[in-house]
């Protein structure tokens, strides 16, 4: 029998992904992957995967499975959620790598701290490349599980069917969620299409999130952006995180499964480094915004890489005992606490 | 003329020639493009080629916008006409009855009968400007002008799979059901974007394509074949 996860109850939109589907934008091919890349990469990391490893996407609401095979090590990444295992016999926090047997159940709850949530499997998911990725596009129907989020009844397969044995890993400095940070863009491409006063309330207003916000994007309450003269350009090629303004004046930050072109104007850009921290906000969750040069955004994403790869190598054992004072924990907390970069 | 470039924040870099839907624009463009293909840069991830500029994904890890920007101004320098990759593709299509369900308000709105629609849409050899909106959806142009209309004031929530499609000076092919605004004059059996094939779309940009009227039961006899996977596609290359 394939081993994998039965699905019991699909969550939301849980969703097969990875880093996304690079090369076929010329064709019309959104990228899609995680929404956030970073916790993505963590959760691959805890259970000994590739960083691309296809794992599972959970939005909003958590999804529960049963085990169907020997011994799978599976790890859950994401602020404040964490796993119930036999329906609250056992819980394991998110950032901790856990083992679970044949004929398990688990829950995976969000904790409502962050909208996405990562599961990753040691071995990964075990569906087909579609054009080189496992990440599913919904639209078009293509990639991951069937080109569709999970339904009730799915199994889910996974590769591996007895997960090596080993201690099991956690993250000793999760990312952190209470982010009063604005969020860093990179002004334009088409800022000179807005009125000064546009471009001064992106940079200075509180917006929120509104209820309409999935992965193609999450248009923003709050002032209105007025274009100049016309709102309807000659379409051009649309990156991640760029700010698009319809002639509503209601921006729309684009995500992973952004068409890969589009006819409205773009006031600004999320930075790279910043893209994981709107992949976690939810909708009502406050944002701002403030803008930095392209050469301060490179420097951010090769900080963000630097942090990444500094948590990945304090991974530390799970205690055994779960009762003891972990003081190696505690100092590794507190000295790389104090150099966490202003994006977190 | 000398393009802008524009970054789009830290991952991509637009360079844009001009504003407009413009044939010698879009050759500026593919030809950058393809001068990139053709030796590209450290650090670029892909290309999208649009209407009007050219887009490049990068790796800000490999590179960065300064050492980008000096590298494709040093291939814009270099005089390099595009090789003939390009293709010709003569594409059936049935614009009767079912398969053209605003065949007849086009009529109305531009005061045309439904022959002369069909005859204007067929005169022409459109250029593919770009692809986007779906996986394998072509921007292509430009129609006839006494076909030019503005989108349908009211969105279809459903366009069915293979619709030919028109809207201000450009018609295009709705490769997936979808929602969309554009006026539909007629249908195609040719599947146009298939994941399991090489390239998965059939159309790229810088194509031509030619469409040919076709009546309901040869729709359906090319649809049959299609399914058999024993139909080919006319097609020729383009002399550069």
């Known amino acids: 029998m394939t081993p994998g996860f039965k699905v019991l109850s699909p969550g939301l939109h849980t969703t097969v992904q990875d880093l996304g589907r690079v090369g076929y934008q010329a064709l019309g091919v959104p990228v899609s992957g995680a929404l956030d890349p970073l916790t993505f990469r963590l959760a691959n990391a805890l259970v000994g995967n590739a960083e691309g490893a296809a794992a599972l996407e959970i939005l909003l609401s958590g999804p529960s499975f049963e085990i169907i095979a020997d011994r799978v090590r599976v790890a859950v990444a994401g602020a404040g959620a964490s796993l119930v295992i036999d329906r609250g016999a056992r819980r394991v926090p998110a950032w901790h790598s856990t083992t679970l047997s044949r004929g398990e159940t688990f829950e995976i709850a969000l904790g409502h701290r962050s909208a996405s949530a990562y599961l990753a499997v040691e071995g990964g998911i075990a569906v087909p490349l579609i054009l080189g990725s496992a990440a599913t596009y919904v639209r078009a129907g293509l990639g991951g599980f069937h080109g569709r989020a999970l339904q009730f009844g799915d199994i889910v397969p996974i590769a591996l069917d007895r997960a090596a044995e080993r201690t099991e890993k956690r993250l000793l400095l999760p990312l952190s969620t209470t982010d009063a940070h604005p969020v860093r863009v990179v002004l334009g491409p088409q800022q000179d299409l807005f009125t000064d006063d546009a471009v001064t309330a992106l940079l200075e207003a509180e917006f929120r999130i509104s209820q309409h916000a999935d992965r193609m994007g999450m248009r923003l309450d709050g002032p209105h952006l007025r274009h100049r003269s016309g709102w309807d350009i000659v379409s051009d090629a649309i990156a991640t995180g760029a700010i698009q303004v319809p002639g509503s004046g209601q921006p729309i930050v684009l995500l992973a499964d952004h068409q890969t072109t589009g006819g409205y104007p773009k006031i600004a850009t999320v930075i790279s480094a910043d893209l994981p921290v709107i992949g976690r906000r939810q909708p009502g969750d406050a944002v701002r915004f403030a803008a930095v040069s392209v050469e301060e955004a490179e420097q951010a994403a090769h900080e963000a890489e630097r942090m990444l790869a500094a948590r990945i190598a304090s991974f530390a054992p799970v205690p055994t005992h779960s009762g003891d004072i972990d003081l190696n924990s505690l100092y590794v907390g507190n000295l790389i606490s104090g150099v966490v970069t202003a994006s977190e | ?240």
């Not at chain 2, 524009?6 to 010698?24: T, W």
């Not at chain 2, 960065?64 to 101004?73: K, P, Q, Y």
């Not at chain 2, 779906?134 to 969105?155: H, I, K, T």
């Not at chain 2, 997936?176 to 090489?198: N, V």
């Open chain 2, 1 to 240: 003329m000398i393009p802008r470039f524009l970054s789009v924040g830290d991952r991509a870099l637009a360079i844009e020639f001009g504003d407009a839907i413009d044939r010698g624009v879009s050759r500026q463009v593919l030809r950058l493009d393809h001068a990139i293909r053709a030796d590209p840069p450290t650090g670029i991830v892909e290309n999208v080629p649009t209407f009007r500029s050219l887009m490049v994904h990068y790796d800000p890890l490999a590179t960065s916008r300064a050492n980008l920007e000096a590298a494709i101004t040093r291939l814009l320098d270099i005089e390099r006409e595009p090789p003939a990759v390009a293709r010709l593709w003569r594409i059936p299509v049935c614009y009767e009855g079912q398969f053209a369900p605003d065949l007849a308000e086009v009529a109305q709105q531009t005061g045309l009968v439904a022959a002369d629609i069909v005859a204007l849409h067929g005169a022409v050899r459109y250029h593919v400007y770009m692809l986007g909106f779906l996986p394998g959806f072509p921007y292509m142009g430009d129609l006839p002008p006494e076909l030019a209309l503005p989108r349908r004031a009211d969105p279809r929530v459903r366009v069915p799979a293979g619709s030919i499609a028109i809207a201000t000076t450009l018609t295009a092919i709705y490769p997936y059901e979808s929602p969309g605004g554009w006026h539909l004059i007629g249908a195609t059996p040719i599947r146009f974007f298939d994941p399991s094939r090489e390239p998965p779309s059939l159309l790229a940009a810088g194509d031509m394509v030619r469409f040919e009227a076709i009546g309901p039961d040869a729709f359906v006899a090319i649809r049959r074949s299609i399914e058999h996977g024993d139909y080919v596609i006319e097609s020729e290359p383009i002399e550069p």
